[in-house]
Structure formats: C-alpha cells, structure tokens
T-cell receptor, first 113, second 118 residues
Framework: EAQVTQNPRYLITVTGKKLTVTCSQNMNHEYMSWYRQDPGLGLRQIYYSMNVEVTDKGDVPEGYKVSRKEKRNFPLILESPSPNQTSLYFC????????????FGPGTRLTVL | AQKITQTQPGMFVQEKEAVTLDCTYDTSDQSYGLFWYKQPSSGEMIFLIY????DEQNATEGRYSLNFQKARKSANLVISASQLGDSAMYFCAMREGFNAGNNRKLIWGLGTSLAVNP
C-alpha cells in the first residue's frame, strides 16, 4: 500500500531533550516536506527536500533540522525542543514537477513541557 | 496578505443536502494548482480534489466538485448529498508555479469546519 508513515504518532517531552520524528514513504517520491499545524495559523512549511542530500528551509525552520540520506526517509530533528514547538506535525511527499497531490503522513502530535 | 482565504470558519448542512465551501486565492503566477483536503477529527490530511489553472473543465471526484472561477480567483468546493462522515475541517491549498521554483510547498487557508446534521 502506498503510504507515508510517521513515528511516533504522539509524543510528550520536556524542554531541551533532543528528539527525532521519523518519516518514510514507499512511493519513490523525490519531493518531501515537513509542515506544522497550529490553531489560527494553519499549516506552515518547516523544511523541504527535492532529492537525496538536497534540503532547504521553508517558512518556519528555526529550531528544526532535517536530513535526507535516503530517498525514502526524511526525519525531522528537534535538537533542543521548546514549548513553542508544541504542535501537530505532518510529513508529506509528492512526485514530479507537475501539480501532483501531496501525500500526507498521519501526523505527529508533539507536546513540549 | 493572505494568499488563500477561506471566509467561513464554520458551516452546518443537513444530511443529504449539498454544501459549498468558499476559497479565494491570490497569485501572480499563470500556472498554479488548487487543492482541497479534508481533515477529520482523527487528524490525518486526506486529499479530495485538484484543479489546475489551465484546466478548462471544473474538476469532479465522486461527490466532490470544484467550482473554479479563474477571473474571480475562486475555487469553491461543492459537496453533494452530504453524509455524516463529511463532518470535518476542510482546507483549500495552492501550489504556485514559477514563483515557487523547486519548492512544491502548499500554501494553506485556515480551513472551514463543516458539521453535517442528521
């Protein structure tokens, strides 16, 4: 089944404790992206990747890191999480340069205390 | 300025009736795409329908259709024969063409919460 998976689905952590949210897709998509969703602010892009070893900042990259060592995986790293990073995070992927839909993972609800 | 505007924070509709969710957009690109996604209370983001700026026909997918009025820059979602399972948040999103370069990010509206009454 074609899908984007994210882990964990739910995470409660404390300020400053490094964490990684994994994202994996099995559709051989070139493009992958991370968004965060906050009430009243909608979805905002954090980082994106055009292909292996090619990543770039989105609209709200501060406090986050990403890597793309393999085509299928695009982990999101929070080196020192803070309470303002409490949010719902989505990983998405798509194929080609055309106006294709973006496939979304199920989301990760992160709470930073 | 908001690039995607959804003016209806919340909507109610009676089961089996049709409902229109509004979306207006702003772009200077000639080539762009418009998307609608559904987000149920469980949180996942479900793709519903897509309209390209050069598509001459309005997009349709089952009970979903997109009323695309390019000159007015609107891309309203029409759901026919509403079902209880349609209760969810609905988001309109846009991917710009040349302005976006290689970044295929979606620009999102703030959503409309739809409640279907039995």
């Amino acid at each position: 089944e074609a899908q984007v998976t994210q882990n964990p689905r739910y995470l409660i952590t404390v300020t400053g404790k490094k964490l990684t949210v994994t994202c994996s897709q099995n559709m051989n998509h070139e493009y992958m992206s991370w968004y965060r969703q906050d009430p009243g602010l909608g979805l905002r892009q954090i980082y994106y990747s055009m292909n292996v070893e090619v990543t770039d900042k989105g609209d709200v990259p501060e406090g986050y890191k990403v890597s793309r060592k393999e085509k299928r995986n695009f982990p999101l790293i929070l080196e020192s999480p803070s309470p303002n990073q409490t949010s719902l995070y989505f990983c998405a992927s798509s194929v080609g340069l055309g106006p294709y839909e973006q496939f979304f993972g199920p989301g990760t609800r992160l709470t930073v205390l | 300025a908001q690039k995607i505007t959804q003016t209806q924070p919340g909507m109610f509709v009676q089961e089996k009736e049709a409902v229109t969710l509004d979306c207006t957009y702003d772009t200077s690109d000639q080539s762009y795409g418009l998307f609608w996604y559904k987000q149920p209370s469980s949180g996942e983001m479900i793709f519903l329908i897509y309209q390209g700026s050069y598509d001459e026909q309005n997009a349709t997918e089952g009970r979903y259709s997109l009323n695309f009025q390019k000159a007015r820059k609107s891309a309203n979602l029409v759901i026919s024969a509403s079902q209880l399972g349609d209760s969810a948040m609905y988001f309109c999103a846009m991917r710009e063409g040349f302005n976006a370069g290689n970044n295929r990010k979606l620009i999102w509206g703030l959503g409309t919460s739809l409640a279907v009454n039995p």
